[in-house]
T-cell receptor, first 112, second 114 residues
């Protein structure tokens, strides 16, 4: 079973920041938080991941709470091409490494 | 660097047939995982291969099998196809499969079973 809980859907105006929340209250100390997105019928695209600290790359920022029980993916300036299903995944520990367990994700709709 | 490639991209089969799908990982990646995506069940893990050995397996019947070659390319096979096997089959690769490594997905093979 997925170890994360996400809202089913969200809307965001183009040009505004999209903040996608994720709850992972049972996360263990050595488990990573990963975010992927899937644009209709394409393969999932990696966005960002983190363990404890906040992370930023060219696509997004990841804010992880101090207790690590939740996180937020931030797309700073959403565009129409960001419309997709966003998956928050908890991954690890070693020994169960490559089993990405996907939940139902959040369907983000960016509107003009 | 080229991404993960999957062939074929689309496939139509009939019940009872078998099918083989192919995945070429990113150069240098030795871990390959397979996933099935259906509207009803979402994205589900099938199995993972590393160094030509199956290292992890999901909850799928024995009709689903796979293998990995010495060049890290992988194939998955589904025998005695059922209508419910219609799905998008995705392959993902990473260096060695550690939790801190990113898995990169291919575009998928869409299988339709009639």
């Amino acid at each position: 079973d997925a170890k994360t809980t996400q809202p089913t859907s969200m809307d965001c105006a183009e040009g505004r920041a999209a903040n996608l929340p994720c709850n992972h209250s049972t996360i263990s100390g050595n488990e990573y938080v990963y975010w992927y997105r899937q644009i209709h019928s394409q393969g999932p695209q990696y966005i960002i991941h983190g363990l404890k600290n906040n992370e930023t790359n060219e696509m997004a920022s990841l804010i992880i709470t101090e207790d690590r029980k939740s996180s937020t993916l931030i797309l700073p300036h959403a565009t129409l091409r960001d419309t997709a299903v966003y998956y928050c995944i908890v991954r690890g520990p070693f020994g169960n490494t490559d089993k990405l367990i996907f939940g139902t994700g959040t369907r983000l709709q960016v509107f003009p | 660097k080229a991404g993960v490639t999957q062939t074929p991209r689309y496939l139509i089969k009939t019940r009872g047939q078998q099918v083989t799908l192919s995945c070429s990982p990113i150069s240098g990646h030795r871990s390959v995982s397979w996933y099935q995506q259906t509207p009803g069940q979402g994205l589900q893990f099938l199995f993972e291969y590393f160094s030509e050995t199956q290292r992890n397996k999901g909850n799928f019947p024995g009709r689903f099998s796979g293998r990995q070659f010495s060049n890290s390319r992988s194939e998955m096979n589904v025998s005695t196809l059922e209508l419910g096997d219609s799905a998008l089959y995705l392959c993902a690769s990473s260096l060695v499969g550690a939790p801190q490594e990113t898995q990169y997905f291919g575009p998928g093979t869409r299988l339709l079973v009639l």
